[in-house]
């Protein structure tokens, strides 16, 4: 049973021109262990996720047992699907059911098994991750300890029996005795095992093989003692050395000679024993100095900053007057002739944004426009007698439509002016209203909160319903959920940003942080020219607006 990709390219799904993963190919073997190593953010979770067929990648194939596991780019293979078992970061966010029982069931459900099956696979997991028998069927997932909800997110997984087991920085957060656990149950694993991970020391010692990614490509396919061996490649990809190739580096400085691929501390404390025992260890010493100063010489690459697209240096002053001008413009239209000039000159200001952004206003005028139907078959309806009034729904048409055009006029403040910076331009103008004693600093705080939070809303939805699609297994777009999913994506969604509000209220807490403070804040935006020639214009588009 093995996978093989070959020259596969990943694009960011919501940014095509973004590449995620370049020109990647490897085979993986039935029954092996592979690690992913690389920097944060070299690509390991994305391949992880093209592997398990929740990504499309937007070049090359991937097949498992020379079966695609993409039928077409928005539909992978459901049977393909049952044979990944994904974990991610921190499986244990992922409960949401009211029992133990429930979300067995709901990690199973897609594999349609009989009772008696289902009730063997849960018997054989909570054997294996519950040696203290915690796993009372009808007791609260809630209610168990976070090591004991990590163990039974592990379980959930390892009961669906996946013939292959992909993982996620699975010892992130776990102390050493976990670690030692989770390697006993790996060990036990009879498919083959992908472990996306910055933990070397760990798994280098079980791995066949090592994958190192940087920058989204592949740098490097070998044994972990190879890798031990080439320490530049590690350097080069931004990635420490594990402890066996450092201190076989620390101890040839001090002229004791050992082998840097030594991955385990016994065969690494035999080797140190014979070379003390040898005499003139300082002459070997010198053949592991070559490797120590490569590791040392070579320079990590250095990312240049994207050069800023011209609406995100614009100061966000003049961005928030165009806007405002912009929505009370829109609302004060009252024929749909004056409402079509209004949406024109909202669609200007997108002009220079990425295509990413534009291509999200379909998204939103699709969902919009399911709504608008909604809204006016039901504005339209008369009972008594019963009838439908087209003047209504006409009228109503209208509301909408000029709702909508304001509605874009924000999408474009937003995609268009880093929340940091929205912020900023919003208190510098409060900060005259509480000149002339207007009570604006809870607001100041309430707003800097909202807009610190819709970014972390909308991470933490891409992570759940990814997380969602992996566990109900669902040949479905990327990015969109099953409505019987929803559960399993709002419980976990909800507790995460309860969890982020009340680390937000305490990191404000700490630094005392409140709306005066914010308020009072000096302001570091920088007005240029073409501020003032986008200010003008602004205020052109909303004379215009206001005339018509
Ligand atoms: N949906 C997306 N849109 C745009 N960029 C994305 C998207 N998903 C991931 N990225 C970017 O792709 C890169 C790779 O992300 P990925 O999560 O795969 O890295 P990683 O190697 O797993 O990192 P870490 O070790 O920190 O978990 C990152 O730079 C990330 O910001």
């Known amino acids: ?175 050493a005795a976990a670690v030692r656990e989770l390697l006993r149950m790996l060990r036990g694993h009879r498919g083959g095992l992908v472990v996306a991970t910055h933990d070397l020391d760990t798994f280098f010692p079980l791995a066949d093989r090592v994958l190192v990614l940087a920058h989204g490509e592949l740098v490097f396919d070998g044994s972990p003692q190879e890798l031990c061996r080439a320490p530049e490649v590690l350097a080069r990809a931004g990635v420490g050395l594990p402890s066996c190739a450092e201190a076989s580096q620390d101890l040839a400085r001090v002229g004791i000679a050992i082998a840097p691929d030594l991955l385990t501390p016994t065969a690494a404390a035999s080797a140190i024993l014979s070379a003390l025992r040898r005499e003139g260890g300082s002459a070997s010493a010198a053949a592991a100095q070559p490797a120590a100063a490569r590791a040392a010489s070579t320079a990590q690459p250095q990312q240049q900053p994207a050069a800023q697209a011209g609406w995100l240096r614009r100061d966000p002053r003049a961005k928030w007057l165009l806007y405002l001008l912009l929505a009370i413009g829109s609302m004060g239209q009252q024929g749909w002739g004056s409402l079509a000039l209004a949406a024109a000159l909202v669609g200007c200001a997108f002009i220079g944004l990425p295509h990413s952004v534009v291509r999200g206003i379909r998204k939103i005028a699709v969902s919009y426009a399911i709504f608008l139907l909604f809204s006016v078959a039901l504005a339209g309806l008369e009972v008594s007698p019963w009838g439908y009034s087209a003047e209504n729904a006409w009228s109503t048409t209208f509301i909408l ?111 005392q942080i409140d709306g005066m403070t914010l308020l009072l804040r000096k302001c570091t935006l920088q007005w240029q020219r073409a501020d003032t020639i986008l200010a003008v214009c602004a205020l052109l588009a909303g004379g215009i607006l206001l005339y018509t």
């Open 1 to 175: 049973m093995s996978i093989i990709l070959d020259n596969v390219g990943v694009t960011a799904p919501d940014s095509p021109d973004v590449t995620l993963l370049r020109d990647i190919s490897f085979t993986l073997q039935e029954g092996s262990m592979t690690l992913l190593i690389g920097h944060a953010g070299s690509g390991k979770s994305t391949l992880l996720q093209v592997l398990s067929g929740l990504l499309h990648p937007h070049a090359g194939t991937i097949t498992l047992d020379e079966q695609p596991v993409w039928l077409k780019p928005t539909k992978a293979d459901a049977k393909q699907l049952l044979r990944f078992g994904l974990t991610f970061q921190f499986p244990e966010q992922q409960l949401f059911a009211r029992s133990i029982r429930q979300e067995f069931a709901y990690s199973l459900r897609p594999y349609k098994l009989s009772a008696e099956e289902r009730e063997r696979r849960i018997h054989e997991a909570t054997d294996r991750l519950d040696p203290h028998g915690v796993f009372a069927m009808d007791r609260s997932p809630f209610a168990l300890s976070g090591g004991e909800q990590r163990r039974l997110a592990l379980a959930t997984t390892f009961a669906t029996a996946p013939g292959w087991l992909l993982m996620d920085e699975p010892t992130a957060g776990l102390e």
């Open 401 to 511: 439509a000029r709702l909508f055009v304001v509605l874009l006029a924000g999408y474009w403040l937003a995609m268009s002016t880093p929340y940091g910076q929205l912020v900023q331009g919003l208190n510098w103008a409060l900060q005259y209203l509480h000149r002339w004693k207007v009570p604006v600093a809870s607001f100041s705080l309430a707003v800097s909160f909202l807009f610190r939070f819709i970014p972390l809303i909308l991470r933490e939805w891409q992570q759940f319903s990814t997380i969602v699609r992996a566990r109900g297994k669902a040949s479905v777009r990327p990015g969109s959920v099953r409505v019987r999913d929803i559960p399993a994506l709002v419980v976990p969604l909800l507790l995460a940003m309860f969890h982020r509000a009340e680390q937000m209220t305490v990191a404000l807490e700490m630094k």
